[in-house]
């Protein structure tokens, strides 16, 4: 790692639990390629309002990514919050700006840009939301706002939240936004969607044989995008490759989530090759 002095910028991620965060790892390694006199350490946050009195002190203070629980919280302690971040409902990146604490989020966006590199349009598309949690409501956002999609669906097995979501959606972004329910809906929405965007935990570690979408309302002219990263590929990316269907891995939305922080803090492209690397890595070894 490169020296730490009395330039030395801070950037970290608080959360609670945040000891499996690959945050760090990615952070670092992109810091130490590009030669760049900062360092990212992950804090476990219970006072967040002294947290936030703490890291505004300090003018080294750069940024910070902020995850559960502290998501919603930490709005009430910024000076900015940018209108995506409104409209979401949360903030998962902090950063200072001529003294003063700006938030953003940078996870609806990071997946538009896995798209973009994936070299898949999002024009005129129909796409699929399974499930309706923060990681859903982010994405679904972003591709409510910034992209020329035909309709978003959100299937979800809590109708109340379903609708909280699809309401949000329809209030404050001009798209064409439909729901259903999970099980009742998934096999007809499958036959009339592109664009499928899985945003549940199911398939995660340990349960990595299981997915909420059986292979075989699988169809080759299907995009799925699985959000879950660990496993790096779930059940469902294995069906979906076995189908012949393009893919995207939750590992992209990751990186390029935190390419976007990275650039924000530092002012500097990110090294978008050696973040996956370390991540992978990271990963790997687990
Ligand atoms: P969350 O806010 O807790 O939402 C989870 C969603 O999944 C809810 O809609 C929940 O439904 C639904 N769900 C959970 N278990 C289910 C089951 N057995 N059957 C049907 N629906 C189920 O979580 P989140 O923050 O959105 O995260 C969701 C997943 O995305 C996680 O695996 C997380 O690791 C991943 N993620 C990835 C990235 C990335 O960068 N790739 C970023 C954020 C999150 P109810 O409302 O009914 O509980």
Redesign the pocket.
Known sequence: MHLIDASTQLCAVIGNPVEHSLSPAMHNAAFESLNLNYVYLAFRVEDLAGCMAGMRAMASFRGMSVTIPHKIAIMQYLDDIEPMAQHVGCVNTVTRENDRLTGSIT?GV?ALRAFEQAGISLDGRRILFV??????RAVAFAFAELARVDRLTIL???SA?VAALVNDLRARTPAFVRSGD?SADLAEALTSHDIIIQ????G?FPHNEES?IPSEFLRPEHIVFD???RPLKTRLVRAAEDRGCKVIL?LE??VH?ATLQFERWTGVPAPLDVMRAAVIQRLQQE
Do not use: E, N, S
């Open positions: 996870d990071g499930g309706a949690g923060g990681a859903v979800g097995r809590t939240r999970l945003g549940t935990p199911i995660m909420p959000m879950v990263y939750g939305m990751l989530q």
